[in-house]
């Protein structure tokens, strides 16, 4: 068990490693950064200055090591827009894009699961179907379509919810949150409900297939024999079995909810490191998006590893080599 | 075609009401695909044809509604509906041909990893776990943020997020199928390994590859629209479905959801038609489910 874990955190080291060099690389072969610091009337002199500073003029080998170091130290870089710290910035937006992805995950999760053990436990009927073609149309949707859907109806149309933005917050250790206040609510469900969407399709779809797949073992049978009422078959004979491909898709699911937490957050405007990411990508504000690429990087490989885990707790026969 | 008509293949293809709607679906855009320019009156990207006067024309339903614009205008009065045909041409377009460029690369890929093993096999198989552990958006983003926009562009990112499923796949048959006898045939009767590859390996192992690549149009016309959507997509003067959609929201909150919400539709129903075949494809050809 050590060994594995030791072994685990070389190769996440060397992940985290090769990211970081393919960050470097993408992002010097692409534009000169030394405009975006300099004013638009500078002269050559002050150009040669500003990338002496940068460090622009040193041998990419030296530059990757310079960025490297800094790195491990701690120094992301500054924003050239904020004139702030990168880090910083990301982090003052982190817990707005954790909440959206959190409740967006909790939402799928409670739809998903019944929905799905209930389409596995009646593969033939219509409501199955009907069911399962609502969760194919739900991957087969263009999220921020819906999300523009969902402003358009509610927000435009009947003004039920707000369109934009984050709300009332409440702070709490320093972090703000908007779930705790009946106006943070409102503001939450619209971005939430789209940024859920596809992880409820294929939540819902694994759930199924495991579901399927259970009910054809000999201790379902046993169960049904020996008197146990239908939901105890289902959900703690059944569910509990089919929710071993649940975890590894739920840890994918996490990954790819903060991907495209940046298109929802576009969309609504809502205040997190995804929206920071597209208006630095459009700001071409280098700084921040090497940090955020760095930062998720290191949240998807440590989601990762976390659910090799999980994985191998909840079931003791998959042996970890 | 007897024979097709009488196989076991087309025998489910008709009894299955997902199959039909989903073919139906995808036979309907190819023929938009194709015919759109003979279906329109106006071609949106010619300037000449458009008049303002015709902006903002709602569809035909609502009042105010213009029947020569059936789902509308756009602010330049552009038609929406020519638009979407327009648009599903370039979507549609990438999408196939990002898949095309994906599955032969990473088919080769993995015949490569798979026959030769070794350090060959290591280095394609690490960068493929990398590339896995995070999700193709996320990639595809970081790239086009990285080189700017245009179709090319969008088909190299889409390229290079795209192959590592088809190597991964092709790579675990290969190892399979190089156990099997008639390969160890072939080896033995000394043909070159390059042959032994293309007319033994290659043939036997596509069989999987059949329904990721009808998927991953899908997925490619999915991942595209929301690059566009992001403006790091396709550029302005080859307006996809997706920067439709963008151009549209643009205009949402002044009610004018006609020229944002109908391209999405398309997406939607192109995206469903592909997924309702290649679910079908799935069941068809998975040999353990027989």
């Given at each position: 068990m050590l060994g594995y874990l030791l072994k685990r955190l070389i190769q996440m080291t060397l992940v985290l490693w090769v990211v970081s060099v393919i960050v470097f690389l993408m992002m010097s072969f692409t534009g000169d950064p030394v405009f975006m610091v300099v004013p638009i009337d500078a002269s050559d002199a002050e150009i040669a200055q500003a990338r002496r500073l940068l460090g622009l003029d040193d041998s990419l080998p030296v530059q990757y090591w310079k960025f490297l170091t800094s790195l491990l130290q701690g120094d992301f870089g500054r924003s050239y827009v904020f004139r702030q710290p990168a880090m910083t910035l990301i982090l003052e937006r982190m817990p707005a894009t954790v909440e959206l992805v959190l409740v967006a995950m909790a939402l799928a999760i409670a739809v998903a699961i019944p929905l799905g053990v209930y389409a596995g436990a009646n593969p033939q009927s219509r409501i199955s179907r009907v069911i399962m073609a609502g969760s194919l149309l739900g991957i087969s949707l263009p999220g921020f379509w819906i999300g523009m859907v969902l402003i358009y109806l509610f927000a435009v149309h009947w003004g039920i919810f707000?369109?934009?933005?984050?709300?009332?917050?409440?702070e709490i250790f320093g972090i703000?949150?908007?779930?705790?206040?009946w106006d943070g609510w409102t503001h939450i469900v619209l971005p939430a409900v789209t940024l859920s969407l596809a992880t409820m399709a294929i939540i819902l779809r694994i759930t199924r297939a495991g579901m399927m797949e259970v009910g054809r073992q000999d201790f379902m049978k046993f169960a049904r024999a020996k008197g146990a009422t239908r939901g105890d078959v289902l959900y703690k004979h059944g569910l509990k079995n089919a929710l071993i491909p649940v975890v590894t898709i739920f840890g994918l699911q996490l990954g790819d909810l903060i991907a495209f937490a940046t298109i929802t957050e576009t969309i609504f405007s809502w205040p997190g490191m995804g929206k920071l990411l597209i208006d630095s990508i459009y700001r071409a504000d280098r700084p921040v998006i090497v940090v955020y690429l760095m930062l998720v990087a290191l949240i998807f490989v440590v989601i990762n590893f976390l659910v090799d885990v999980i994985y191998m707790l909840i079931d003791p026969r998959i042996r970890l080599k | 075609m007897t024979g097709f008509l009488a196989s076991e293949f087309f025998h489910n293809y008709r009894r299955s009401a997902s199959a039909i709607i989903g073919s139906a679906l995808m036979a309907a855009f190819a023929f938009a695909v194709l015919a759109g320019p003979f279906l329109v009156a106006q071609d949106p990207y010619d300037i000449a044809s458009l008049n303002l006067m015709d902006s903002y024309k709602p569809p035909v339903w609502l009042p105010g509604g213009d029947p020569q614009f059936w789902l509308g205008t756009d602010g330049q009065g552009r038609d929406v509906w020519a638009s979407i045909l327009y648009g599903a041409r370039i979507s549609l377009f990438i999408g196939l041909v990002a898949m095309v460029a994906s599955c032969t690369i990473g088919t080769l890929l993995g015949l490569i990893a798979g026959f030769y093993g070794g350090i060959v096999d290591s280095v394609i198989m690490r960068i493929a776990d990398i590339q896995l552990s995070f999700p193709s958006?996320?990639?595809?983003?970081?790239?086009?943020?990285?080189?700017?926009t245009g179709v090319d562009k969008v088909l190299i990112a889409l390229t290079a997020v795209g192959w590592v499923v088809y190597a991964r796949t092709v790579r675990g048959s290969t190892l399979s199928e190089i156990e099997k006898e008639y390969v160890q045939a072939a080896k033995v009767a000394g043909l070159p390994n390059h042959k032994i590859i293309r007319k033994h390996v290659l043939p036997n192992v596509l069989t999987p590859l059949i329904v990721i690549a009808t998927i991953q149009v899908g997925t490619f016309v999915l991942i595209e629209a929301s690059l566009s959507f992001l403006g790091v997509g396709?550029?302005?003067?080859?307006?996809s479905l997706g920067l439709l959609i963008k151009n549209g929201f643009d205009v949402l909150f002044s009610g004018l959801w006609w020229t944002s919400v109908f391209p999405g539709v398309a997406i939607m129903m192109l995206v469903f038609g592909i997924n309702l075949f290649g679910d079908f494809l799935r069941d068809e050809l998975n040999p353990r489910l027989k």
């Open positions: 707000p369109s934009s933005g984050r709300g009332d917050t409440v703000r949150l908007s779930i705790l206040t | 958006i996320l990639i595809a983003l970081f790239l086009m943020s990285a080189v700017g396709v550029p302005i003067t080859q307006p």
